[in-house]
């Protein structure tokens, strides 16, 4: 029953819980989760010598995904290098090619790295476009204020998810920026529709307010009524 605890609470266990949690098997157990717990309890002693059991783990197939797990997680403790996780991802897409951590990796490493966008366009192509990365790589891009990026990131996201409620708040806020309230009114429509009916509050604010100024602006602009009528329903919560 102790290993059978200690296998169940393994993926939630911390750094410093999964020392405790190693103790109920024997050290001659080599099985997945038990490496796995031991990497992790080396990551909180000593992150160097956790990613140097990690890596070694990784040379010596077959490996399976807890294994892959365990190595990014150390390479991400302490003062990860982004060039060292890039490193353990390339290894990985060339063992495993279609292994989805390719992409989590990807992003871990341009989220350190001073120049990240080749970095996160690569995982987003990993995915094929995945919606979920796509998302995850746009907020970074909003929360750095690059418009020139997020616009890179808009189209082929834009057709994997195109009714997206945070795609379409962002290209519409950037019509918006552009002088294009008109071509925005359409998509902080769906943004606000989409992000109603998820009940994503935090996406609907903010195309709330970028929904208020577009329909300011085209308020004496004929040709915007057929796209007004809709974004001012949607403000004011009307199906």
């Given at each position: 029953?102790?290993r059978?605890?200690?296998?169940l609470?393994?993926?939630?266990?911390?750094?410093?819980?999964?020392c405790?949690l190693s103790q109920?098997?024997?050290?001659?157990?080599?099985?997945?989760?038990?490496?796995?717990?031991?990497?992790?309890?080396?990551?909180?002693?000593?992150?160097?010598?956790?990613?140097?059991?990690?890596?070694?783990?990784?040379?010596v197939?077959p490996?399976?995904?807890?294994d892959v797990?365990?190595?990014?997680?150390?390479?991400l403790?302490?003062k990860?290098?982004?060039?060292?996780?890039?490193?353990?991802?390339?290894?990985?897409m060339?063992?495993?090619?279609?292994?989805?951590f390719a992409?989590?990796?990807?992003?871990?490493?341009g989220?350190?790295?001073?120049?990240?966008?080749a970095?996160w366009?690569?995982?987003?192509a990993q995915?094929?476009?995945?919606?979920?990365?796509?998302?995850?790589?746009?907020?970074?891009?909003?929360?750095l204020?690059d418009?020139?990026?997020?616009?890179?990131?808009?189209?082929?996201?834009?057709?994997?998810?195109?009714?997206?409620?945070?795609?379409c708040?962002v290209?519409?806020?950037?019509l918006?920026t552009?002088?294009?309230?008109?071509?925005?009114?359409?998509?902080?429509t769906?943004?606000?529709?989409?992000?109603?009916?998820?009940r994503?509050h935090?996406?609907?604010?903010?195309?709330?307010?970028?929904?208020?100024?577009?329909i300011?602006?085209?308020?004496?602009t004929?040709?915007?009524?057929?796209a007004?009528?809709?974004?001012?329903?949607?403000?004011?919560?009307?199906?």
């Open positions: 029953m102790v059978f605890r200690a296998v609470a393994s993926p939630l266990a911390t750094k410093d819980e999964a405790e109920g098997f024997s050290w001659s157990d080599r099985g997945p989760v038990v490496s796995s717990l031991r990497v992790r309890c080396e990551a909180s002693l000593d992150a160097n010598r956790a990613r140097k059991i990690g890596r070694a783990r990784l040379d197939l490996f399976g995904v807890l797990e365990v190595a990014l997680e150390a390479e403790a302490g990860p290098d982004p060039k060292s996780i890039e490193s353990l991802i390339r290894h990985v060339k063992t495993l090619p279609q292994s989805t992409e989590k990796g990807l992003v871990a490493a989220d350190l790295s001073k120049k990240p966008h970095l366009m690569e995982a987003c995915v094929s476009w995945d919606p979920s990365c796509s998302r995850r790589v746009l907020r970074r891009y909003v929360e204020k418009v020139t990026h997020a616009k890179s990131v808009l189209p082929q996201a834009l057709v994997e998810a195109p009714l997206d409620a945070l795609l708040g290209q519409g806020e950037i918006v552009d002088g294009k309230s008109v071509e925005a009114l359409p998509w902080l769906k943004a606000c529709v989409g992000a109603r009916a998820r994503d935090e996406v609907l604010q903010s195309t709330l307010a970028t929904m208020h100024v577009a300011a602006r085209t308020a004496t004929p040709a915007a009524k057929p007004r009528e809709p974004a001012l329903k949607c403000m004011k919560g009307e199906p």
